[in-house]
């Protein structure tokens, strides 16, 4: 089993300052290597407090490459919508290169409406966007020179540089949330998958939708879910601090999506008053996908997840509810000297 950190911001200036997140969420990165988690993964998102302090994974990734030696580096993900497939494979293959092989290029379709309408792009066409860009990445990566026209893109004998040095590129990974047809098409394809914050028994389920719709075998696909944690040293300072920033995550994220209150698309069926959802769930409804507690609470709750789910990786979310860096550092130390070693 593979640990690592995640990060999704829901920051905004009132709160604390671009630069104190950054300083805060790259000091962790570095603290996290050196306590044995071996992934860093970062989101892309835009124009609200929900990610906005992320509008480039590659770029805050390329910092924490220049700190870390050996910390693979994961987009969790980049938005193929709201890119050219041969951006995005210039620029993943630059990001390679400079950290010496261990860039991993998680993809998403996205979801938030107002982010579509201020780039312009049909909500509709995601899907397409999606896969296709999945489908040119290895092909621009191999250095051989690609033509492909469609609604969406058009490739007119294209060879990206700089090629990855990874020999076959990077790994690819879909990071999928709802939709039953994004979890059969990544395990038809063969991509690895990422599940996010929802119902253990539902991410349960979708996982097994991914394994089944599979020809490969489950060595060759690997599945990661990355959840928030938190740990203090009772019970009770647990859950008080993490409803506290769950609360705040909650309200960050109906926010941003209150611009499903009034929208539908037949790309997003089950999206529409996604806030009017999340709010009626609370912050109970929140704590049934996170791990929060003592150390020992947080060994019972990640050996029950790991005995529903069939997981190969966790990346734990730290920075939600806008965390202080002290909060962050207890959980990851906690974590490693009380936890990781009773998961076993």
């Known amino acids: ?53 992320c509008p480039d994974p590659l770029m805050f990734l390329t910092a924490v490459a220049e700190r870390t030696k050996s910390m693979r580096l994961m987009t ?15 620029k993943t293959g630059m990001l390679d290169v400079l950290s010496g092989g261990r ?12 982010e579509f309408d201020a780039f312009g792009i049909d909500m509709d066409s995601s899907r397409q966007r999606f896969e296709e860009t999945a489908e040119l990445l290895p092909r621009l990566w191999s250095g051989e020179k690609v033509s492909f026209h469609s609604r969406c893109f058009s490739l ?25 047809e994004s979890f059969s098409w990544l395990g038809e394809h063969g991509f690895n998958l990422l599940v996010g914050l929802a119902d253990l028994q539902k991410v349960a389920s979708n996982v097994n939708i991914y394994r089944e ?7 060759q696909l690997q599945v990661f879910i990355s959840l928030p944690l938190l740990i203090r040293p009772t019970d009770e300072q647990a859950l008080h601090d993490g409803k506290k920033q769950l609360a705040k995550y909650l309200d960050t994220w109906a926010s941003a999506a209150d611009s499903w209150s009034f929208r539908r698309s037949e790309a997003y069926k089950s999206y529409t008053n996604m806030a009017a959802g999340l709010r009626a769930q609370g912050v109970e409804g929140l704590l049934k996908g996170a791990i929060v507690g003592s150390p020992m609470s947080c060994v019972k709750q990640m050996k ?41």
Not at 8 to 37: C, H, M, R, W
Not at 76 to 90: F, K, L, R, S
Not at 104 to 114: N, Q, S
């Open 304 to 344: 029950e997840m790991m005995s529903l789910i069939d997981l190969d990786g966790v990346l734990f979310q730290l920075d939600f509810g806008s965390a202080s860096r002290e909060s962050m550092e207890e959980t990851v130390r906690l974590f490693t000297e009380e936890v990781r070693g009773k998961l076993v």
């Open 103 to 114: 860039l991993e290029v998680g993809l998403a379709r996205g979801y938030m409406p107002f």
């Open 156 to 180: 007119d004998s294209c060879q990206s540089f700089p090629l990855p040095v990874q020999e076959t590129g990077p790994r690819l990974w879909g990071a999928a949330v709802r939709s039953r």
């Open 213 to 219: 719709s599979s020809s490969l075998s489950k060595d």
């Open 1 to 53: 089993m593979d640990f690592g950190i995640s990060f999704l911001p829901d920051s905004n200036p009132s709160e604390k300052t671009a630069s104190q997140y950054y300083e805060d969420v790259l000091d962790i990165a570095v603290l996290a290597e050196s306590l044995g988690f071996s992934y860093c993964k970062m989101t892309e998102h835009y124009l609200s407090s929900y990610g906005g302090y």
């Open 76 to 90: 969790g993900a980049i938005i193929p919508a709201y890119h050219n497939p041969i951006e995005v494979a210039a």
